[in-house]
């Protein structure tokens, strides 16, 4: 069974570069992209960064693109989300979540192909 636990939100000022955390547990050998989605209330649910567990490939939203780094170090099965240069329209309740056995740049951010999600971790930027 897969589990993903997200932590280090909270409330950070504007301009701060706080690192999320997400431990993946039963992945094992399973090849898996890693997503960071992000959602604040009334908006649809926005990927930001993705990263494929098997050959580090990457993919930014624009929207945080050169801001935030996505990294993984497997033995310890933990994905990072290092957010840089925050502004309060970042505030959002950050998702971890896995999608298993596909191809990375064809999942993309289509949060449907996602079977696996975190509880979330709260962000609140402010000015």
């Known amino acids: 069974q897969v589990r993903l636990v997200e932590s280090g939100g909270g409330q950070v000022q504007a301009g701060g570069t706080p690192r999320l955390s997400c431990v993946a547990s039963?992945?094992?050998?399973?090849?898996?992209?890693i997503t960071w989605f992000r959602q604040t209330p009334g908006k649809e649910r926005e990927g930001v960064a993705l990263i494929a567990n098997y050959d580090d490939y990457t993919y930014y939203a624009d929207s945080v693109k050169g801001r935030f780094a996505i990294s993984q170090d497997n033995p310890e099965k933990t994905v990072y989300l290092l957010m840089g240069s925050l502004q309060p329209e970042d505030t959002a309740i950050y998702y971890c979540?896995?999608?298993?056995?596909?191809?990375?740049?064809?999942?993309?951010?289509?949060?449907?192909?996602?079977?696996?999600w975190g509880q979330g971790t709260q962000v609140t930027v402010s000015s």
């Open positions: 979540a896995a999608s298993l056995y596909r191809s990375c740049p064809r999942v993309n951010f289509m949060s449907s192909s996602y079977t696996y």
């Open positions: 039963g992945l094992d050998s399973t090849r898996a992209c």
